[in-house]
């Protein structure tokens, strides 16, 4: 992990150019339109702690950090994180301070099924998503809720987890009591949290829970299971629940931009993307896996010596059955990768076997975590080509943000965001895009997976070193709070002005 040397490296690196901060002013493109909403967001894991509150299950984080705790950065754990299942009130009321209109929430599948299956439904744990629900709804601040976050139970990993077929049934179970139970007061449901993430990192590489590395096999066949699982979500709601609920359920895809290197790659970022973003987004919005995809991926099996190809194949009647299972475009954007084609695959997490390899362009400005460069005009492109490829969709960005490492005037954070939010307002205002929300990650400082608490991507800290965790605005804070109490986008603090 690149990290910033000192302080004094941080914020050399953080200036915006006279003229960047002067197009702000007057400028009818900021303001932020009646329907573009902001928020912020978290995810059970990250922050809840409780991990073995009442009667709550083991998930697969529990078994990864207390097992094997050299697979985190700084062996830290969840176990308490930022104490959300205590401290909620308090995210809320910083939520409500910041003038956010929504707080995206995830929900921990086995707080509320402790045996994975809905044979017995915990009271407590949907008490705890009901208190927090409820303290959202009361504060005026819509609740955007993710089923899945990464954090299913051990005891259905025991059975293969994701890659089981039986896990679409045991999640649809898990989705109905959701829906049950919260579906009057939660207006937004997201199935699945970054498919690609949790199939190439849990079941491909194995370096997040379940910490399983069965190559392409496994990240594959995780997909394609939860694809169904996803798709199963969506007409269980279709069926049972829309005509009275009359919420929006769809998927979050996570969607880095691949630029093309030089004027010649443009088939190299095309080939990226459709590996990446278009993994999920091709079935849902047109239908099966991506051509390009199941080209490739046919023929780096054979070549690998595979009797057939590792991506396995929809019927039919799967291909109509998740087609158009999507009520909004949930996209998760953080950094943007050059691309070229190379003979043979340096693999690195997203783009496996795709022939693709990946680099930086060195003028880009790093943050708090290596992967992660400032590159707004990256969201741009992102912003229109889900536009053109997917006939304007309705998207709601449901994470963006930036890493730091422990900076509490954290101009970085506020440049990052500024930009970023400026490329959207772009894309909406010349080019039609329709970007109905955007939601900063994170707001507290949580456990960052395998990253551990190493670097923070909160808009709050995280007093770590006191048991009662208590939150400190960073300076991007009260910069989210002026951008929302006026509604329009303003322009970076000036560093010396802050002190
Ligand atoms: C999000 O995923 C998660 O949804 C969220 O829970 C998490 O807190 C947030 O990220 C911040 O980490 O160049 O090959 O090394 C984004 C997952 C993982 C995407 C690391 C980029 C690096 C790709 N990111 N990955 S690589």
Redesign the pocket.
């Known amino acids: 992990m690149r990290k910033c040397l000192t302080y004094v490296l941080c914020l050399s690196v953080v200036t915006l150019s006279y003229s960047e901060v002067q197009a702000t002013k007057n400028d009818s493109y900021f303001v932020i339109p009646e329907g573009l909403k902001i928020g912020v967001g978290t995810?059970s894991y990250?922050v809840e702690g409780g991990w073995n509150a009442s009667d709550k299950g083991e998930n697969v984080w529990d078994r990864l950090v207390h097992s094997k705790p050299w697979m985190i950065l700084d062996e830290t754990d969840g176990d308490l994180a930022a104490d959300s299942y205590n401290k909620y009130k308090e995210d809320v009321h910083w939520v409500k301070r910041m003038k956010f209109d929504h707080y995206r929430i995830s929900l921990s599948w086995a707080r509320i099924l402790p045996t994975g299956l809905s044979n017995s439904v915990s009271r407590e744990g949907l008490r705890y998503y009901h208190n927090l629900i409820d303290e959202l709804l009361a504060n005026n601040i819509e609740p955007l809720v993710t089923i899945y976050?990464w954090d299913h139970p051990q005891v259905l990993e025991d059975m293969g987890g994701w890659t089981n077929h039986m896990m679409v049934k045991f999640y649809l179970e898990y989705a109905n009591v959701v829906f049950r139970e919260f579906g009057d007061k939660v207006k937004v449901f997201t199935t699945l949290?970054?498919l690609q993430?949790f199939c190439l990192s849990g079941y491909g590489i194995g370096e997040i829970a379940p910490g399983k590395p069965l190559n392409i096999t496994g990240a594959y066949l995780c997909g394609h299971n939860a694809l169904k699982a996803h798709a199963e979500a969506y007409h269980l709601y279709n069926r049972e629940y829309r005509s009275k609920q009359n919420g929006r359920v769809g998927i979050v895809s996570?969607c880095?931009s691949y630029l093309p290197k030089t004027p010649n790659d443009t088939l190299a970022a095309e080939i990226a993307f459709e590996f990446s973003c278009g993994w999920i987004s091709h079935p849902i919005y047109i239908g099966d896996y991506p051509k390009l995809m199941k080209d490739k991926v046919a023929q780096f099996s054979k070549d690998a010596g595979f009797t057939e190809s590792q991506l396995p194949v929809f019927s039919p009647a799967e291909i109509a059955r998740i087609k158009g299972t999507s009520d909004y475009f949930g996209m998760?954007h953080?950094t943007s990768?050059l691309v070229e084609q190379v003979p043979d695959s340096e693999s690195?997490?997203?783009l496996r076997d795709s022939g693709i390899k990946?680099s930086y362009d060195p003028s880009w400005e790093i943050t708090g975590?290596d992967?992660l460069n400032i590159v707004p005009h990256g969201f741009g492109y992102m912003l229109r080509k889900i536009k053109a490829k997917y006939n304007n969709p309705p998207v709601y960005v449901t994470?963006n943000g930036s890493a730091d490492n422990q900076i509490m005037d954290d101009h970085q954070r506020i440049k990052y965001h500024f930009l970023y939010l400026r490329e959207l307002l772009s894309a909406v205002y010349r080019d039609n895009c329709n970007v109905q929300k955007y939601t900063a990650?994170?707001l507290v400082d949580c456990f960052?997976?395998s990253t551990g608490y190493a670097a923070g991507?909160g808009l709050l800290a995280l007093n770590m070193s006191s048991p009662a965790r208590e939150r400190i605005p960073k300076l991007s804070a009260s910069w989210f709070e002026t951008v929302m109490g006026t509604r329009k986008l303003q322009p970076p603090f000036n560093s010396t002005l802050q002190k």
């Open positions: 995810s990250q976050h949290n970054e993430l996570h880095a998760n953080y990768f690195n997490l997203l990946q975590m992967w994470e990650w994170s960052e997976w991507f």
